[in-house]
């Protein structure tokens, strides 16, 4: 099977929507995810009556849970540009008495008016968007004096594999780095929100470690056919695929799109037009999911 990550980008369009349905679940359900959920709601908080938009939503996993947060009488809207998706999400909250609506649509240009929302947020989205500074542009327009606008995602080149094998190491990394359309795009968003108009944007770094083996939620069957070379099995024997094998995520070196060469990943809080925007966050990963 081609990388499910080839589904998430422009077409919205998936070539094995129950394989990608697998994963996500898959996913929300890794700890090293959960962690990062956490981390995102302890930098910018939801609370009862909040407006929120979760940009990219998928299968609706955290739009529901921030929807139970909210209350009856906050708002979390769910947009994603796959139709499956936005299918799927709303069939898992049917019957739930939430404030939770999910509609298929463009990041680029969402269908609301300006100033609707407390916090918008995207959560490894934009590496797959095309022109993410108009996505960007779009959640700061969306977002009203005082909220937040909240982004995590990845860059996999800061990505390190720990294995036994260093040309098979090197394999890997190179294919985690091929794999999405912009896998710099974690050091790039210190410079993207400021051309946003956001104004007093930190970034904060968080490294990590995991283990991870193929099949897992973060390095998917194709991942591992690509680096162990084409024609092998997805699911390499041992002897092919590192035991014990570790992805690493080091901090971003020193480079003009990244405030300062820091011991984790990266944190923002912006002003746009001197009217406050609240804390746009964004984050480089720790041990990336894959497809």
Not at 64 to 75: C, F, K, S, T
Not at 101 to 130: I, K, M, S
Not at 186 to 195: A, K, S, Y
């Amino acid at each position: 099977m081609s990388s499910l990550h080839q589904g998430f980008q422009e077409t919205g369009q998936l070539a094995d929507t129950e394989a990608a349905f697998r994963w996500l679940d898959s996913a929300d359900g890794n700890p090293l995810v959960q962690q990062l959920k956490r981390r995102m709601l302890d930098v910018c908080p939801v609370g009862a009556g909040d407006q929120v938009l979760d940009v990219g939503c998928g299968l609706g996993h955290e739009a529901r849970r921030l929807a139970e947060r909210v209350g009856p009488q906050g708002r979390v809207a769910g947009i994603d540009a796959s139709p499956a998706m936005i299918a799927e999400a709303r069939r898992r909250a049917a019957g739930l008495t939430l404030p939770v609506t999910f509609d298929v649509g463009d990041a680029r240009q969402v269908a609301f008016p300006d100033c609707a929302f407390d916090l918008c947020r995207a959560e490894r989205v934009l590496c797959y968007v095309d022109r993410p500074q108009d996505a960007l542009a779009e959640m700061a327009r969306l977002t009203r004096p005082g909220g937040s606008v909240l982004v995590f995602d990845f860059d996999s080149d800061l990505t390190m594999v720990d294995a036994p094998d260093p040309a098979l190491a090197r394999k890997i990394a190179e294919v985690l780095d091929a794999a999405v359309p912009r896998p710099w795009i974690g050091r790039q968003l210190f410079g993207l929100f400021q051309r946003a108009g956001l104004r007093d944007v930190r970034v904060t770094p968080m490294p990590s470690a995991s283990p991870e083996r193929p099949g897992s939620p973060s390095t998917s069957d194709s991942t591992a056919e690509r680096s162990t070379g084409p024609g092998k099995p997805a699911r390499s024997p041992p002897a092919r695929w590192p035991r014990g094998g570790q992805l690493w995520n080091r901090p971003p070196k020193r480079t003009r799109s990244s405030p300062r060469a820091s011991d984790s990943s990266p944190l923002v809080t912006s002003h746009s037009n001197g009217a406050p925007l609240g804390r746009s966050w964004s984050d480089v990963p720790s041990a990336p999911i894959l497809g």
